[in-house]
């Protein structure tokens, strides 16, 4: 079992920073690749990025390449999201979740656990 706690959204203007923070508790968060989704009323949820288990890959969705970095740190059980030159089109509710490293996790259905998620505004 694993509980995810995201925090760091927040309101800020275009071309702004964030960094999203998401907490995992649990012994076997190492064991876990990590995602990364958001979403906006009545759409779906969205792939932004995800990390392997020991963090030597990471992948993202094309909108956000060259802006956003994941990483995270196994002792601490913890995964960021650092968000650069935001855009107001980045505006979502930001998810984290946790996928059984055995798994493909390329697409939400395999993730098994979630975080309640954290609000990003980008204002124009």
């Known amino acids: 079992q694993v509980q995810l706690v995201e925090s760091g959204g927040g309101l800020v203007q275009a071309g702004g920073s964030l960094r999203l923070s998401c907490a995992a508790s649990?012994?076997?968060?190492?064991?876990?690749?990590m995602g990364w989704f958001r979403q906006t009323p009545g759409k779906e949820r969205e792939f932004v990025a995800r990390?392997?288990?020991?963090?030597?890959?990471?992948y993202y969705t094309d909108s956000v390449k060259g802006r956003f970095t994941i990483s995270r740190d196994n002792a601490k059980n913890t995964v960021l999201l650092q968000m650069n030159s935001l855009k107001p089109e980045d505006t979502a509710v930001y998810y984290c979740?946790?996928?059984?490293?055995?798994?493909?996790?390329?697409?939400?259905?395999?993730?098994?656990?979630w975080g309640q998620g954290t609000q990003v505004t980008v204002s124009s």
């Open positions: 990390i392997r288990w020991n963090g030597r890959r990471t």
């Open positions: 649990g012994r076997t968060f190492s064991r876990y690749a």
């Open positions: 979740a946790a996928c059984d490293a055995g798994r493909s996790c390329d697409s939400p259905d395999e993730y098994a656990y």
